[in-house]
């Protein structure tokens, strides 16, 4: 039973070695693939792409999808499809690159002499095709995207910026041009730097308050105004700029104060202006408002002459119609006299005649009667107040009275007064025409 045992378990160890190599073995084996696997197969993320060389030609591809692709021990090197390039100050740092502490803002010296310090960002798009992506790094020679960033993005950005202020003041900058600041910066950054030409002029410098001859950029333009350009340092490279945006500009205390006097001296400048303008338009107003009253009341005095002549010149017709009117009413009385003496003339001379023939006719026998009349019933009425019986009688009282005497006087009287008015009480004989006024018969 010893001799069987011990024959069987040096068999069992020897299993148990071969075993423990073979899982050794395949464990390195393993070990070793895995190890080797990254350098035969690359896997390209999303948001990158990739360059390589060939390990023995050293031929270069591009992968630009994502994905496995075969490296075989190949050099890669691995670049963003897009990346945001900041050039930010400290405080700003969380939105810069991560683990970026850095101030990575630009400073810029404006046409004053004063200095600023300009924070901002900006979309880099890289190449989308194979030969330009090559091109970065075999033409360009561009190790990896900081490289790129440190020798071609960060320069270009710069320089536009620095350009840029070296056109304008920093209140300028400040205030009424900041739009063109960015403006200018963001074309040159796109299209390369402005060609410039050079002007002295006197300004007040910011920082110490005296007058001093600086050199200002004037930019050369064509005659339709389009700005010459130098040649673009992005050129070539495939690579897009988009998102330019400027957060913010920092001057130096002593430069903000000096901008404020003049924004503040310029406030009162332009208050003044507006002030002059007002009182200027104010009297243009007044002298406007005056000619208006003139030529008012010139049109007024003018409309009232009309009125006046045209109420003259009615008056007038007005009094011409009257006097035509009592002329031709004169002239229908004058008429109207002029008839109507006519006709009393005529009346009169008819009367005169109707009585001339009458008394002619009968010797005016009714006039002499009726003035009879009157008088005798005058005489009888007078006569008849008188007291004819007197106490004393003359004459004959013894045989016949020869009359009554106060008769006689009557019958007397009578007489006279026919005698007076030439009245013949007899009618005379034969046709009455005949008879004279006196009553004498012809």
């Given at each position: 039973m010893k001799d069987d045992y011990d024959e069987i378990i040096p068999e069992r160890r020897g299993i148990s070695l071969k075993m423990t190599i073979t899982l050794i073995l395949l464990a390195i084996t393993v070990i070793v693939g895995l190890l080797l696997s990254r350098m035969i197969v690359a896997t390209v993320e999303k948001g990158t792409y990739q360059i390589k060389q060939a390990a023995v030609t050293g031929k270069m591809s591009a992968k630009m999808t994502p994905g496995l692709w075969l490296r075989l021990f190949g050099d890669i090197q691995v670049w963003p499809k897009a990346a945001t390039f900041?050039?930010?100050?400290?405080?700003?740092?969380?939105?810069?690159?991560?683990?970026?502490?850095?101030?990575?803002?630009?400073?810029?010296?404006?046409?004053?002499?004063?200095?600023?310090?300009?924070?901002?960002t900006m979309r880099i798009v890289f190449p989308t095709d194979k030969q330009h992506a090559i091109d970065l790094v075999t033409v360009h020679g561009y190790e990896d995207y900081e490289d790129l960033e440190l020798k071609l993005i960060l320069p270009v950005v710069r320089n536009a910026l620095r350009l840029t202020a070296n056109l304008l003041t920093a209140r300028e900058s400040y205030s009424e041009k900041r739009a063109d600041f960015i403006f200018w910066a963001w074309d040159q950054i796109q299209n390369g730097i402005y060609e410039t030409r050079e002007e002295e002029r006197l300004v007040k410098d910011l920082v110490t308050g005296e007058e001093v001859y600086r050199t200002f950029k004037i930019i050369k333009k064509d005659p339709d105004g389009r700005p010459h350009y130098m040649k673009n340092p992005?050129?070539?490279?495939?690579?897009?700029?988009?998102?330019?945006?400027?957060?913010?500009?920092?001057?130096?205390e002593?430069?903000?104060?000096?901008?404020?006097?003049?924004n503040q001296a310029l406030?009162?400048?332009?208050?003044?202006?507006?002030?002059?303008?007002?009182?200027?338009?104010?009297?243009r107003t007044v002298e406007a408002e005056g000619k208006a009253n003139v030529m008012k009341s010139k049109y007024e005095a003018e409309q009232t002459k009309v009125v006046s002549e045209v109420e003259a010149e009615r008056d007038k017709r007005v009094a011409e119609l009257e006097a035509e009117k009592e002329l031709?009413?004169?002239?229908?009385?004058?008429?109207?006299?002029?008839?109507?003496?006519?006709?009393?003339?005529?009346?009169?001379?008819?009367?005169a005649k109707k009585k001339r023939l009458i008394m002619e006719a009968d010797g005016a026998l009714q006039q002499k009667l009726e003035t009879y009349e009157r008088v005798m019933a005058k005489f009888a009425e007078e006569f008849a107040k008188q007291k004819w019986v007197p106490e004393m009688m003359m004459g004959n009282c013894g045989g016949e009275a020869s009359g009554n005497s106060a008769m006689a006087f009557i019958d007397l009287m009578t007489m006279k007064a026919m005698n007076d008015l030439g009245l013949e009480l007899k009618i005379p004989k034969g046709n009455i025409n005949t008879t004279t006024p006196t009553g004498v018969s012809q």
């Open positions: 900041y050039f930010t100050a400290e405080e700003e740092e969380g939105e810069g690159r991560e683990g970026s502490n850095q101030d990575r803002s630009i400073e810029v010296r404006f046409n004053d002499g004063s200095v600023c310090a300009v924070s901002g992005l050129e070539g490279h495939g690579i897009t700029l988009a998102n330019f945006e400027i957060k913010s500009f920092v001057y130096a002593k430069v903000m104060q000096q901008i404020e006097k003049q406030m009162e400048v332009s208050t003044a202006r507006a002030r002059a303008k007002e009182a200027e338009q104010r009297a031709a009413v004169a002239k229908l009385r004058k008429q109207a006299a002029e008839f109507d003496k006519e006709k009393n003339i005529l009346i009169g001379e008819g009367e």
